[in-house]
């Protein structure tokens, strides 16, 4: 579930992403390509990683990466290998999954051996589409946040077209009224806003809020 707020309504509604680390090494002639990948959402994230990266493979030949975040900044970096052979490559990989907010580095120990531009981009592609596993892609919905305030005696009702309407409640609060904080994928708000007010007859006072986060849907697979 990514809950950092968001506050444009340009967004997607839709957004591919890994959360989980994974690494894996190819090998061609006698260079060896070590591949990486990290969810980040900022590119302080990523300068972070990179620091540590290089620290420990000092001896590495190349440190060479690719990100994409949610706000539409893309970085690449060659780091030394020939113009357009590294760094893009890896972000084609990352752009052929369709993914966001996460960082590839490919880390190149060169053997003596020298590759060639062609089968050299050809490395750093095929490493960095290795590194991603199609299993561990998730996929996120664009939510917006709700607020609804309504009487005790439609509390059964609330849940139900929550249910419906795969709503997330974020917070309660019970005074003199039930008061709810909740998360409704952004192209359900108006039909979930309308079957609320039908089913309360009216009462429920809902106000739409200009807050949005990413979360899984609840039938997600």
């Not at 990290?38 to 990683?49: F, G, P, V």
């Not at 993914?99 to 590839?104: A, Q, S």
């Amino acid at each position: 579930m990514h809950s950092n707020p968001l506050s444009s309504k340009s967004l997607p509604e839709q957004i591919k992403t890994v959360f989980e680390f994974n690494e894996s090494v190819y090998k061609e002639k006698s260079s060896e390509f070590i591949a990486q990948i990290y969810h980040i959402e900022k590119h302080e994230q990523a300068e972070t990683i990179l620091d540590t990266v290089r620290k420990k493979y000092f001896d590495a030949t190349h440190h060479c990466y690719a990100y994409k975040l949610l706000n539409y900044e893309i970085k690449s970096s060659d780091d030394g290998e020939p113009k357009g052979t590294a760094g893009l490559r890896i972000l084609n990989a990352i752009e052929h999954y369709g993914l966001t907010n996460v960082l590839i580095i490919v880390i190149r120990y060169f053997g003596g051996t020298k590759l060639g531009v062609g089968p050299l981009g050809k490395a750093y592609y095929q490493s960095a589409l290795n590194v991603i596993d199609e299993k561990k892609i998730v996929q996120l919905n664009l939510y917006q946040e709700i607020s609804v305030q309504i009487e005790f005696n439609y509390i059964s009702q609330f849940h139900r077209v929550v249910n419906n309407y795969e709503g997330i409640i974020d917070n309660s609060e019970y005074s003199d009224f039930a008061k709810f904080y909740i998360s409704i994928k952004t192209s359900l708000v108006d039909d979930f806003k309308n079957e609320l007010l039908n089913t309360t007859n009216g009462t429920a006072k809902i106000e739409i809020h200009q807050s949005f986060t990413y979360n899984k849907s609840l039938t997600s697979t």
